[in-house]
């Protein structure tokens, strides 16, 4: 007799509601601005290898240190098309898998606890402390592993369920073998966790063989033997490559060294670390929301909307969708054993990181490392719930609660890289419009980048070298960004030295030369400067850094900049999309390589062109183009003009100003009346002779 269709469709729905229910509890968390994403960090090194080096890049690229996580990403690349909206919708779909596979791997370990696990699905769906998922190319693959190792877990739970049957469990461990070496040997963030299966299996048989201790330990060393050995694989392997690798094992020469302080170090770190994970984590969410709000303006933020929407979405599913759960639920006291499990789980997680001398926890950019203590985060913290709170509704709003700290903390986090992903855009197109090429082996210098946080020197040059010389596909790097003020500064001899400048980035290799450096400065507003002739922009004084910026420009070589290319350099749109040319920086960089060019007249109708569009300067540096150019044209009424209006806007800055005069009166063919004026300038400024080595 068939079923009537009402009830497949009914059947249906429930099983894919609660998938459902997460894709769209990760798109409100993680996806509502992915279209706006970009590349950060490493994912500019890994789009460098690839553009120079095809599928073979990758094998380069992680040579030194996780040679076979280059598979995954051959593959993978040439589906995304180097699109960084792609790669965040990819970043989002694994998300998804992942969150998926976890729930499914917590029911088929533990059968009958749909609500528990429910929870701590939801918790570690959007679990605040982990902050690195909009390095979409590099922890979408990470994603990817994490799905194997839980994988393993399923396939270990089939082979324990066909215990009877010989053939069935030995492929279902064979399959959990396979995906356990999938999800750990391309690289080691889950090496902790999967020791974790030992307490897992312990808990199965202990709940299976309840007074049959003998019998149950024996059926765990047997399923544990086969993952036992991909660990011991796993480790003779790492650790015969400690020396070849970039990440050493470097907790193993302290413990020689020092035994005991060591170990002493190592329990009160990892007792740091865990409670950051779990209490700390969710405390910043909180804080760094209650730090957004005014009270008398909560109401029209956004922010405040998505909140109250995802509470509500999270509140209404968890009522109306656990109540038939809830009668079929263990008793509270029942699940108190997942409160040792889940610490011991975080305490195993750490083991990968410490072994490479790393720290773990919420600071930047230490928060990477929870990916590995979520899942001992979350089965804590149900845990918890479930053994102190008798309240259904209570835990159904704490959980709530929970979930919508965290979708508003991603907000802000998704925000600020949206942020950081413009404010680079804006790097690279007001150096295109200002610097239309750029000398093979000139080493690009600055300090206080404003978007350190998430671009490095070494990334930086990934993406200067596919902007400037993106047609170079040899194993070399024509340029290299350096940022001063950090520990690159330790292998750049001195700036005018002469000496050579050679950097080797992952096989990729460069050479330079201290003479030729291009210094540029980025300020927290306005436009990008390129630095020269000794001049400090105004936002850089009293910063810690003012003598070095000084130093920089100085040194900047403005001749490395060829002015007039057969082709000027266009950022590639499938990276930074189309270039925003209307605002004042593109006018202004404009501008000054018309100076550089000594086009004085092209100068000033560039001013008045900003101006007729109703662009104007924001600092002291974007006026002076203009008031050079006036002087250099001989018009010294208009230039002491503009001169007078700057006293009266910028009366502290302008006092700063002696290394601009200077240079203008070092240049050639200026004006007589205008070398005059310039002179009773630099008199009033009381300004010594300064030595100029480099001019417009």
Known sequence: MLKPKSLDLRKCWKRIQFPLFLLLLIVLTFGLQSFRQG????????ILFKEKLGSSGFLRYFSQDRPLESYPYIFIMSLMNDSPVLWAFFALFMRWILVLTFWKTANRLFPKMEKIWLWATLLFAVYPGFKFHWFSIMFSIFYV????VLLSYIFMSYAIEYRNNPRRYALWTLLGVIFLALGIFPQEYFFGLEIS??????????????????????????????????????????????????YRISLLDRLISYPLSTLKELVLQSVISVYQGLVVAWKLAFINLSAVFDSSTSFSNPLTWLLLFGF???????????????????????????????????????????????????????????????????????????????????????????????????????????????????????????????KTGTTLVTAELPIAQYYSGPTLTGAINLIYAGENKQ??????????????????????????????????EFSGN?????????????????????????????????????????????STIILDPLQPVRLPAKYFGVEDTMQWCYFYQKADLALQLQEWQQVIDIYSEAEKKHFSPSNLEE????????????????ALMEWHDLEKQFPVEILETCPYVQKILDTKNIPLESRTVLEDISLGLKCENLSITNDH
């Open 623 to 638: 006026n002076l183009p203009k008031v050079e150019a006036w002087f250099m044209l001989g018009e010294s009424e208009n």
């Open 39 to 46: 590349y950060y960090l490493d994912d500019w090194y890994i």
């Open 312 to 438: 509500l979405f999270v509140a209404l599913y968890l009522y109306w969708f656990t109540r038939k759960i809830n009668r079929d639920s263990p008793d509270r006291w029942d699940v108190v054993w997942l409160l040792p499990i889940g610490l011991v789980m975080c305490f195993l997680s750490l083991i990968p990181f410490y072994a490479g001398g790393f720290p773990v926890g919420t600071s930047w950019p230490w928060n990477r490392f929870l990916l590995a203590m979520m899942p001992g985060i979350v089965v804590f913290i149900v845990g918890l719930l479930e053994t102190t709170i008798p309240w259904n509704w209570t835990k159904v709003a704490i959980i709530a609660f929970l979930c919508t700290i965290s979708i508003g903390s991603h907000f802000l986090v998704s925000n600020e890289f949206v942020s950081y992903w413009e404010a680079q855009k804006q790097l690279f197109w007001q150096l295109s419009w200002r610097v239309p090429n750029i």
């Open 514 to 558: 201290s003479n030729e450096v291009l210094a540029f400065y980025m300020p927290p507003n306005g436009c990008i400067q390129i630095l020269s002739n000794g001049m400090v922009p105004s936002s850089a004084r009293g910063t810690e850094n003012e003598a070095l910026i000084a130093q920089l420009s100085r040194t900047s070589n403005l």
């Open 145 to 148: 592993f994490f799905v194997f």
């Open 475 to 508: 194993e070399k790097i024509d340029y290299y960004v350096a940022l001063m003020d950090s520990n690159q500064a330790e292998s750049i001899p001195e700036l005018g030295s002469g000496e050579a400048i050679d950097y080797n980035l992952r096989g990729l």
């Open 197 to 246: 299966r030992l307490v897992v299996l312990c808990a199965i048989h202990a709940r299976n063989h309840p007074k049959k201790w003998k019998q149950a330990l024996k059926l765990v060393l047997l399923d544990w033997l086969p993952y036992l050995l991909v660990l011991i694989s796993f480790s003779i392997y790492r650790y015969s490559h400690r020396d070849t690798f970039a």
